[in-house]
């Protein structure tokens, strides 16, 4: 049952929503602690290659194969659920990083702590997508994705600083306590799926995306692999040419959404969300060119800049156009098929652009992921127009 009074359903902003964002900030803070410095540990203690550093990285997402799954066991069975134990495997994983150190047991850690991460997300987004009132969807979204951000810009600051000063160790053991806090915040948020919706899913048959869900996917996996590459390889790529700043990325990537996404505020569910798409897609190419070819400190700050711009209203506008033209019913689903090529994108970023970056150099390697996200674009706004022109898109 919804426990809300009626005054609350209007309510962008109550508790359960804090809450949401409470644990989320805490989970993916302590995600954020291992990306940045679990490449440096591989390269410089282990001297493996960008390829396996890329696959060991890229582990992490295998989970997100399972999200739909995981996004249909919450319509069924309720979000609270998934919640709950997703940051509870996700703070015993985060541990056994300082117990296992080499290439075989982590590739295990890491599929573990990825199915960790995918319950617990598929689950929050879910919540959020239940409770924000649909005329406030966008803002909503934007300022759910701000609690990711907020664990972007500081834990990776954190971390180098704790690696610089106790070694990895220490760190694994922060973020595996961080993960065990979002497990407690999480115990304290309601359950928000109906009976009647609850058993409504546990009827219906297993739902497939429509040609307009799986545009926005694939929009969605070419700008996602352009993350992944960065997120794996841009300190490598910044040492390579005198910058030793490269966590920097992570900071003002997650401070430029913070500030762009608080300051457009309800004023983005005001625009249509093509154009939106569109703009934003484009600021993010000429974000990763200017990266792709930054040769010292303030060059690679300003494409991280333009990048963080472009990036704000991405995948925030592309998950809105999808909650739009989905049934609640279907909400949980779907949303697992969203973040699910959300990660795999990510995921094929850090692998598939591994050797590129060794055979051809980092520029080369910043290109092609963003080739790849024109092409994926390019197809999203032909078949959204073609849509349009059908009357099925609005």
Excluded at 101 to 110: E, H, I, K
Excluded at 238 to 257: D, K, P, Q, W
Aim: glycine fraction near 10%.
């Amino acid at each position: 049952m919804d426990w809300r009074k009626p005054e609350e359903k209007e309510r962008l902003v109550g508790r359960d929503f804090l809450l949401i964002c409470t644990s989320n900030t805490l989970a993916f803070s302590s995600i954020y602690l291992i990306i940045p410095v679990l490449p440096l540990f591989l390269e410089d203690i282990k001297g493996y290659s960008n390829f396996l550093i890329g696959t060991l990285m890229s582990m992490l997402v295998v989970g997100a194969l399972l999200r739909p799954y995981l996004g249909r066991a919450s319509d069924i069975r309720g979000r609270k659920e998934l919640l709950v134990w997703g940051t509870l495997l996700l703070g015993v994983t985060n541990f056994l990083y300082a117990g296992f150190q080499t290439a075989a047991p982590l590739f295990v850690v890491r599929l573990v702590n990825g199915l960790g991460l995918a319950a617990f997300h598929t689950a929050s987004y879910a919540l959020i997508g239940d409770i924000v009132p649909a005329a406030r969807r966008l803002h909503g979204i934007a300022l759910f994705f701000i609690s990711i951000d907020t664990a972007i810009g500081a834990a990776p600051l954190v971390a180098e600083a704790m690696r610089k000063a106790w070694g990895y160790d220490v760190v694994y053991y922060l973020a595996g306590g961080l993960a065990l806090l979002a497990f407690a915040v999480s115990n304290l948020v309601h359950e928000t799926r109906k009976e009647g919706a609850t058993e409504t899913a546990r009827k219906r048959t297993w739902i497939m995306p429509d040609p307009l869900q799986r545009a926005i996917f694939l929009m969605t996996t070419g700008y996602t692999f352009t993350m992944g590459a960065l997120s794996t390889f841009v300190v490598l790529s910044t040492r390579e040419v005198g910058i030793n700043e490269g966590e920097l990325f992570f900071t003002v990537f997650a401070a430029t959404l913070i500030i762009f996404r608080l300051g457009v505020g309800k004023r983005a569910d005001w625009w249509p969300r093509r154009p939106l798409i569109l703009v934003s897609g484009i600021i993010v190419l000429a974000g990763l060119a200017t990266i792709a070819f930054s040769s010292n400190l303030f060059t690679f700050i300003l494409g991280c800049l333009i990048y963080a711009l472009g990036f704000a209203y991405v995948p925030t506008t592309l998950s809105a156009l999808l909650l739009d033209h989905t049934p609640t019913g279907d909400r949980g689903v779907m949303l697992g098929f969203f973040m699910a090529i959300f990660d795999v994108g990510i995921g094929l970023g850090g692998v598939a652009m591994g050797p590129i970056a060794d055979a051809w150099g980092y520029p080369a390697m910043y290109l092609v992921a963003g080739a790849v996200a024109l092409l994926c674009l390019s197809y999203f706004l032909l078949h959204t127009t073609r849509l349009r022109e059908e009357a099925r898109l609005v």
